[in-house]
């Protein structure tokens, strides 16, 4: 209980600077933790658009990009290529072929498969890969490969062109038994019977890579073109999109393969001639792909699932970029991308918190201090009242509080330095008329009002004049030397009742106070203070007079009636013998 009354009595710069810091604390955080709260539910809400829009983003560049495929074999499918009989005639299509690659770089090849059994294809020597495999020259940028089936032995002859068609070299010649009727691609275009077709994942014959087939035929020359789009064009293709930096993006065949993933190219479980198999989610050896490898059903969702103690925002879409074809887009966002925006404010909110804090600190001890030190110059102007010492100054602070207070001090300590003054030097003079006439000059001076008079009881009908005074003017001839209590008036009203009454000049009657009225020209407001002798009887009234729009008297009063209470005492008018009831009336109290 002593520690916490001593904590309670603490400075007053202690206690404005520790409420200035909790103020701050709490103002500070409780506005850091409404703005995290309002940001990150505004990001939650915003989330759901942004993962649609990011889906839409990719979606539409996986249609700007792959879609064009099925339009480009379909464009060749209207050419002569369909019906070229030997290599020339299908080498004057080679500028549109090239053109068509050259504009879908998701194209790896373009291929005809004859229903004679002849080949032609033309491919694209984008990488060391396909340079190494086919021995390419280091200017290539198509390598061109047709088969004669009629023809004993067949051989494939091989051309290298550079990126503006010149040849560069011979042809080459290599044995084969490649035979397109037998290819799957080319199989899945006879059933389709003029609609174009995606191939399932399967190992590319001669380039020995991982792809699909757009394939579709021509059923008046029952030609098949073809083309190529291998899985590493697709992984790249969704490696290139702007997602956050910890997302997963996939894309998966409609056997839940997947067929691309930003985060890796090793997709291929195993490879034969005959089959491909690619990984599904749960082969992919990661925690969360095996947590949602269960979802995809080939269903469009939006769903979210807790990993590593942070919430995943994911979405299934399906996609079909590619008549006949149908993919499956998965999209994983930690909640934590979504939400950086909110903890980058929380923790630059946080920041300045603790930056304004800091601030605080010192700013709060200096202007408490400065509060202080004259709240302490008011205690020790206090003091030196108290020991009734009443020469102390000061100057303005500039603080309006403590400015009134000194200034209030200042005025009592002048008010007791002139009681104390005026009561040592009145008991000075010998007889009770000089004493009147110096409190009369004194009191004027003091309050300083328009004039003073004073009044004691003569005896218990008549109120006699001790003094007065009026500054600039003769008070024997404006003053009456006896005033009747019989009168009504504001000097036997305040006598007979013992209060301090306050009215207006002239409201009195001429006979109270003479002509004294006739010699103010503005209104003049009269305030009587009874005088009481040492039993509290009234024994005389004090007058001050003052315009009737100035608070002198008022402000005055309390230092006026103070003053009565001695004034009466000391004024006692000397009493003769015949007039023993007067007096006894006047000390009976």
Known sequence: MDSWQRLRRCPIHLHISTLAVLLVLILGGS?????????????????????????????????????????????????????????????????????????????????????????FIVRVMNDEHMRDVFSAPKQAMYAVDNIRFASKPRRIQRLFFDENLVPLGPSEYLPTEYDPRKRGWFELAVEGRGEGKLTDPYLYFFIRKVGVT???INTEDAAVIAGDISLDMLAKSIQQQRISPNSHLLILDNNQQVLAYNRSDDLISSATENKVKLKTLADLQHPLMSLVSHLPDGTDKTFSVSFQG?????????????????????????????????????????????????????LTWLMTRRLALPLVDLIEHGKEIKR??????????????????????????????????????????????????????????????????????????????????????????????????QLDSLLSRA????????????????????????????????????????????????????????????EKL????ALAGFLGTILLPERSRDEADVLRRITSG
């Open 558 to 561: 309390s230092f006026c009636e």
């Open 214 to 216: 757009f394939t579709q």
């Open 31 to 119: 506005l850091g933790i409404y703005n995290y709260h309002q940001t990150r539910q505004l990001i939650n809400s915003a989330s759901g658009d942004y993962l649609e829009q990011l889906r839409l983003n990719v979606e539409l560049e996986f249609q700007r990009s792959y879609a064009p495929v099925a339009q480009t074999v379909n464009l060749l499918l209207q050419t002569q290529l369909t019906t070229a009989q030997n290599m020339s005639s299908r080498l004057r299509t080679l500028p549109l072929l090239a053109a068509a690659l050259e504009n879908r770089p998701e194209l790896t090849a373009l291929e005809v498969g004859y229903a004679n059994g002849d080949f």
């Open 310 to 362: 942070d919430t995943w925002q994911g979405q299934l879409k399906t996609l079909t970029p590619i008549p006949e074809a149908e993919f499956q887009l998965l999209l994983l966002t930690p909640e934590n991308d979504l939400l950086a925006e909110a903890y980058r404010i929380r923790k630059e909110g946080g920041a300045i918190i603790l930056m304004l804090l800091l601030l605080a600190l010192p």
């Open 495 to 554: 006598y007979q009742s013992a209060t301090t009454l306050e009215g207006p000049l002239s409201a009195e009657d001429p006979l109270v106070i003479g002509g004294l009225k006739a010699h103010f020209l503005s209104e003049m407001c009269m305030l009587a203070v009874p005088l009481f002798n040492a039993r509290g009887a009234a024994v005389g009234v004090m007058a001050l007079l003052a315009p009737l729009d100035q608070d002198t008297c008022v």
């Open 388 to 485: 009734f010492k009443f020469d102390n100054r000061f100057t303005d602070t500039g603080i309006a509080e403590v400015d009134d207070l000194h200034h209030l001090m200042d005025e009592m300590q002048h008010n007791f330095d002139d009681l104390f003054g005026l009561l040592k030097r009145v008991i000075a003079y010998p007889d009770t008329t000089a004493r009147a006439r110096y409190v009369s000059n004194e009191l004027q001076r003091l309050v300083q009002c328009d004039g003073v008079m004073i009044y004691l009881a003569r005896d218990e009908q008549n109120l006699s004049l001790a003094a007065g005074h009026f500054p600039g003017m003769r008070t024997a001839e404006y003053l009456e030397a006896t005033i009747p209590l």
